[in-house]
């Protein structure tokens, strides 16, 4: 093998590692909000948490956006949501800003514009009345969860394209 086709093969191994390393620990997210309530995601959870993915894309939606804008804030409110949930509360300025990079890639996160931010307040302002709901009273950390790596695995399939033990 030549020193390029070596360099080569490196750099696509160590894509692919970090790709997966990425899928697994936003999988975690899912593991421990299910395990908090002591239990593991089932075929009803899994559908339960497409129908929030539904009421969540239509929410984001409303705020005007599309195409290239609406898809980082859809990926913004996707990774904020589930930082959140893997820390239990607001996260810190030095937590957020390498938990974006690492979901959104470092040209995704800094592509990030005021607009965005102000969408996804906006939008989290929303699905706060929508969660107080009576008809999403079984809705939990993990669907929430499951429902956040659905909207980012609508830009990323690697997020999905996995296999692994746990």
Not at 48 to 77: D, P, Y
Request: aromatic share 6%.
């Amino acid at each position: 093998m030549s020193r390029r086709s070596e360099f080569h093969f490196h750099k696509n191994f160590q894509g692919e590692s970090a790709a997966t390393s990425r899928a697994v620990s936003l999988r975690r997210i899912i593991r421990t909000q299910f395990a908090l309530r002591g239990t593991t995601p089932t075929q009803i959870d899994a559908d339960l948490s497409s129908k929030w993915s539904e009421e969540t894309m239509k929410v984001l939606e409303e705020g005007g956006a599309s195409g290239v804008a609406l898809q980082r804030q859809i990926q913004l409110f996707a990774s904020v949501t589930l930082l959140e949930l893997k820390v239990g509360k607001k996260p810190r300025p030095e937590q957020l800003a390498p938990f974006l990079e690492n979901t959104l890639g470092l040209e995704g996160a800094r592509a990030l514009t005021r607009e965005d931010w102000s969408a996804l307040n906006e939008a989290r302002g929303k699905m706060s009345v929508l969660i107080d709901d009576p008809k999403w009273s079984v809705v939990h950390g993990g669907h929430i969860a499951m429902s956040c790596l659905t909207l980012l695995s609508l830009y990323d399939i690697s997020l999905l394209n996995m296999t692994y033990s746990g």
